[in-house]
């Protein structure tokens, strides 16, 4: 408590100007308002009257430790430390403040710039939402950062404006007055940049424009680093064509989903074919069960590299069969049978349909190339000229009736 007859030691928030009083606004009429809106190029930080009532701008001495009392020393040794960005709690004390709120401001360093600047946002941030969280009007800032630190005052104020000015436009409704308290050295810093993202006028705001720095941080004042952003795509590795067109089965160009390892998760694989040999799956179930396992192998068909099966020409594609399945024309002439597993091959061609007087398939087995007729339209066979040749020379050409 002050000596009787001394001046108080305490100011009272209410009564100090706040940082829109020092300015009037030059374009107060509403036609002059709009006209300026249509012609000119508006700031990310708007001119608005009700926030710049809520801000102070201080010039004292912050004396809290003297001031509180000694049981301040003690209730912050049940703190047990303050990393740095966080924020704490405590007891006002002798103070005229129910709470006093403790945060730790980083070291600067060059090379860890990046850090630097999120731990000081951290800082201003988590100190505006634990005022919020205990229901305080008010709330007072002295400068976090100090030249033992290494920071720079303009770079750090930059930071602590944009964040408190976001805070209170996003959820700064209960909060009646921030305060910066500052030093007379501190003092023309504050004055310079307080414009830039609290302007007073609407003239005000556009001549703060051009200074703004290139980096104003995310919606909510936080410094932004492209490279560590997290982007989710509602397709990944898709192209923006691809993004309009909808997955309709063989339609739709599925390559992209094989390159990124998340894309391709699925349920419990096991329990759905527990599910599939009890005959529990519906047959939407199934059949999408079925896209999907097509669609994995598709996708690592189009990675697997190829280019020593095409040396063979062995292996040609053409049309489709009657049922629209694809057409693939195998020309053992060319194969090296000395170097492959028969009996493998026979595995992954059963129910296919084979033009083959030498080699005996577990398939389907036709003497002629006419006989494929009966299951693939003649247009959609694309055979060599050798492989046309060889059959007429064996079986005669073919007319067609």
Same mark, same amino acid.
């Given at each position: 408590?002050?000596?009787?007859?001394?001046?108080?030691?305490?100011?009272?928030?209410?009564?100090?100007?706040?940082?829109?009083?020092?300015?009037?606004?030059?374009?107060?009429?509403?036609?002059?308002?709009?006209?300026?809106?249509?012609?000119?190029?508006?700031?990310?930080?708007?001119?608005?009257?009700?926030?710049?009532?809520?801000?102070?701008?201080?010039?004292?001495?912050?004396?809290?430790?003297?001031?509180?009392?000694?049981?301040?020393?003690?209730?912050?040794?049940?703190?047990?430390?303050?990393?740095?960005?966080?924020?704490?709690?405590?007891?006002?004390?002798?103070?005229?403040?129910?709470?006093?709120?403790?945060?730790?401001?980083?070291?600067?360093?060059?090379?860890?710039?990046?850090?630097?600047?999120?731990?000081?946002?951290?800082?201003?941030?988590?100190?505006?939402?634990?005022?919020?969280?205990?229901? @305080?009007?008010?709330?007072?800032?002295?400068?976090? &950062?100090?030249?033992?630190? +290494?920071? #720079?005052? *303009?770079? %750090?104020?930059?930071?602590?404006?944009?964040?408190?000015?976001?805070?209170?436009?996003?959820?700064?409704?209960?909060?009646?007055?921030?305060?910066?308290?500052?030093?007379?050295?501190?003092?023309?810093?504050?004055?310079?940049?307080?414009?830039?993202?609290?302007?007073?006028?609407?003239?005000?705001?556009?001549?703060?424009?051009?200074?703004?720095?290139?980096?104003?941080?995310?919606?909510?004042?936080?410094?932004?680093?492209?490279?560590?952003?997290?982007?989710?795509?509602?397709?990944?590795?898709?192209?923006?064509?691809?993004?309009?067109?909808?997955?309709?089965?063989?339609?739709?160009?599925?390559?992209?989903?094989?390159?990124?390892?998340?894309?391709? @998760?699925?349920?419990?694989?096991?329990?759905?074919? &527990?599910?599939?040999?009890? +005959?529990? #799956?519906? *047959?939407? %179930?199934?059949?999408?069960?079925?896209?999907?396992?097509?669609?994995?192998?598709?996708?690592?068909?189009?990675?697997?590299?190829?280019?020593?099966?095409?040396?063979?020409?062995?292996?040609?594609?053409?049309?489709?069969?009657?049922?629209?399945?694809?057409?693939?024309?195998?020309?053992?002439?060319?194969?090296?049978?000395?170097?492959?597993?028969?009996?493998?091959?026979?595995?992954?061609?059963?129910?296919?349909?084979?033009?083959?007087?030498?080699?005996?398939?577990?398939?389907?087995?036709?003497?002629?190339?006419?006989?494929?007729?009966?299951?693939?339209?003649?247009?959609?066979?694309?055979?060599?000229?050798?492989?046309?040749?060889?059959?007429?020379?064996?079986?005669?050409?073919?007319?067609?009736?």
């Amino acid at each position: 408590m002050d000596p009787l007859g001394a001046p108080s030691q305490f100011v009272d928030v209410y009564m100090l100007p706040s940082w829109g009083d020092s300015c009037e606004d030059e374009l107060s009429s509403d036609a002059a308002q709009e006209a300026f809106q249509e012609d000119t190029l508006r700031s990310p930080f708007l001119y608005n009257k009700d926030i710049n009532g809520k801000l102070v701008l201080w010039k004292g001495n912050v004396a809290i430790f003297m001031l509180s009392g000694p049981d301040l020393k003690e209730d912050l040794q049940k703190l047990k430390g303050c990393r740095t960005g966080e924020a704490k709690l405590t007891k006002g004390f002798n103070l005229a403040a129910r709470f006093i709120i403790h945060t730790v401001g980083p070291k600067y360093k060059s090379r860890y710039r990046t850090a630097a600047e999120s731990s000081l946002y951290s800082c201003y941030r988590n100190v505006l939402q634990l005022a919020k969280e205990q229901s @305080m009007s008010s709330v007072a800032f002295f400068v976090i &950062n100090s030249a033992k630190r +290494g920071y #720079l005052l *303009e770079d %750090a104020t930059h930071i602590a404006l944009c964040t408190v000015r976001r805070f209170l436009e996003i959820r700064g409704e209960t909060i009646e007055k921030v305060v910066f308290a500052v030093s007379e050295l501190e003092e023309a810093t504050y004055q310079k940049l307080l414009p830039l993202y609290f302007p007073r006028s609407l003239k005000e705001e556009s001549k703060s424009l051009p200074s703004l720095p290139a980096d104003i941080g995310s919606a909510e004042g936080e410094p932004v680093v492209p490279e560590r952003q997290i982007r989710i795509s509602e397709k990944p590795g898709a192209s923006e064509d691809n993004r309009e067109e909808e997955d309709e089965g063989l339609g739709v160009d599925v390559s992209f989903i094989g390159s990124l390892a998340f894309a391709r @998760m699925e349920g419990d694989i096991d329990k759905q074919r &527990n599910l599939v040999l009890q +005959g529990q #799956l519906s *047959e939407a %179930a199934l059949q999408k069960q079925h896209q999907r396992s097509y669609n994995r192998w598709l996708c690592q068909a189009r990675s697997e590299d190829l280019s020593d099966i095409a040396s063979l020409k062995a292996l040609y594609q053409t049309g489709v069969d009657n049922c629209g399945r694809t057409v693939m024309v195998v020309v053992g002439r060319n194969i090296p049978v000395t170097l492959i597993d028969m009996d493998k091959v026979q595995e992954e061609f059963e129910g296919c349909l084979f033009c083959s007087p030498n080699i005996s398939f577990k398939g389907l087995n036709v003497d002629k190339v006419h006989q494929l007729f009966s299951a693939i339209s003649p247009e959609q066979i694309n055979f060599p000229p050798f492989v046309l040749e060889y059959d007429a020379r064996e079986n005669g050409p073919y007319y067609m009736s």
